[in-house]
């Protein structure tokens, strides 16, 4: 229903998952839509371009200068209301990213206007190579939206990361960005979840009762409006499987800093649930720290507040959400938070309310924002919890946009 006449360009590159792309095609189809298929070269080796005319009802384009005239890659950049790149090769991703134009799929990718996405495909190690993490950066830094990669069986037998999404999958993510209903579409979100963990040695560590239980029903909850999130997740964070959301996996309050600075700048909304360490040793001992006679003193450093440091650098569309656990004075201490650290909201937890704060499935918080009048919400499930923050930071966009 979603995708009926919608016009959608599928970009095909070489890689193993090509052999998807038909029953793709065949269900966007299915779907209503109207569906012109691109083909490098290299992706002609898995997947015929007669396979690909015979499911889209369309001649497959493999060169610039195939179709009507020599120009189609800018007319099929104005026609299409969304461009999606799958598979995207690790070598397709990287001329995406520097903006080469030596074959269709590049030139309509540079000429396209409309939202594109792009689903990566390609080995474990390649995936992980920095290089492609750099290229992945880069793309989503331009507003192109990345399919997450699936883990499991990879073709060289290998099992691991860096899988296509399933064509089902990846028909939900397009049928998402036609739903008018979802007031978070086209949105990018960031939530921090979890505890840290700081090294003293190699077997030891500071780390606190955090499960991120809360961050993730945030995150799932933004997801579930429409939002691409990506969440930030500490050490022991439960995956979720929600295609709208793609996981980063860190350990330390300097790893989350680092992940969180990547892409905060292109994030429309931030929110950090995290229970990050407020301090970490000076130095991490190469080797176990054996037991002496006497006690033991540990030297600990600040690390670097990552709400404060958003804080500073907040653009004015951005929405900078905390949280703040605290003990005594709690409404003092909360809105002292939202000052300091400039965030738009606060979300106050205290360990005083049965229930509420580390480990449990319910929680109790108060809602706290400079804008806006204070909701003191009763203890219910962190779903629940999670969906009512959701709604006021659309509240809160909403009265921004109507000023
Ligand atoms: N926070 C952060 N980086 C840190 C410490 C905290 O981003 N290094 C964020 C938390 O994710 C949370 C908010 O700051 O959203 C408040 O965390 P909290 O632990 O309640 O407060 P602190 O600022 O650490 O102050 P204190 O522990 O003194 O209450």
């Known amino acids: 229903m979603l995708l009926k006449g919608k016009k959608i360009v599928v970009a095909v590159t070489g890689s193993i998952a090509a052999y ?27 997947v015929s371009a007669l ?77 992980k190579h920095p290089s492609t993490k750099a290229n992945i950066a880069r793309l989503q830094s331009y507003g192109n939206h990345i399919i997450p990669t699936e883990y499991g069986a990879l073709a060289s037998g290998l099992t691991g990361e860096g899988r296509m999404a399933e064509p089902e999958t990846m028909v939900r993510i397009l049928e998402n960005q036609f739903d008018t209903q979802l007031p978070l579409r086209g949105l990018k979100a960031l939530v921090t979840a979890g505890p840290t963990y700081e090294r003293i040695d190699p077997v030891r560590f500071i780390g606190n009762f955090s499960t991120g239980k809360m961050g993730v029903a945030i995150a799932t909850a933004l997801a579930n409006k429409g939002a691409l999130v990506t969440l930030i997740a500490g050490p022991g964070v439960q995956h979720t499987n929600n295609t709208n959301i793609s996981i980063v996996d860190v350990e330390s309050a300097a790893d989350m800093y680092n992940a969180t600075m990547v892409i905060a700048n292109d994030t429309d909304i931030l929110v950090l649930a995290a229970a990050v360490a407020d301090y970490r040793p000076d130095e991490i001992a190469a080797n176990k720290i054996k037991k002496g006679d006497s006690g033991l003193v540990l030297h600990l450093t600040k690390t670097t507040d990552i709400l404060a440091s958003l804080g500073k650098i907040k653009a004015p569309n951005q929405t900078l959400v905390g949280f703040a656990l605290e003990t005594e004075n709690e409404v003092e201490h909360a809105i002292k938070k939202l000052g300091d650290k400039n965030a738009d909201m606060i979300v106050l937890n205290s360990l005083r309310d049965a229930g509420a704060g580390f480990g449990h499935d319910t929680n ?40």
């Open 20 to 46: 998807k792309i038909p029953h793709f095609v065949r269900l966007l189809v299915k779907a209503g839509a109207e569906v012109q298929v691109l083909l490098t070269t290299s992706a002609s080796q898995f």
């Open 51 to 127: 396979t690909l005319a015979t499911v889209s009802g369309k001649d497959a384009l493999m060169d610039v200068a195939d179709g009507a005239t020599w120009n189609n890659h800018v007319m099929l950049g104005l026609w299409a209301d969304v461009m999606i790149i799958a598979p995207c090769s690790a070598n397709s991703l990287a001329k995406l990213a520097n903006g080469l134009c030596d074959n269709i799929v590049c030139a309509v990718y540079l000429s396209a206007r409309c939202p594109v996405y792009i689903a990566p495909a390609m080995d474990e190690d390649m995936w």
């Open 364 to 403: 109790k918080v108060t809602l706290l924002s400079k804008t806006h009048p204070t909701v003191s919400l009763p203890l219910q499930s962190k779903k629940e919890v999670a969906i009512a923050i959701t709604e006021h930071i659309i509240t809160m966009r909403d009265a921004k946009e109507t000023v």
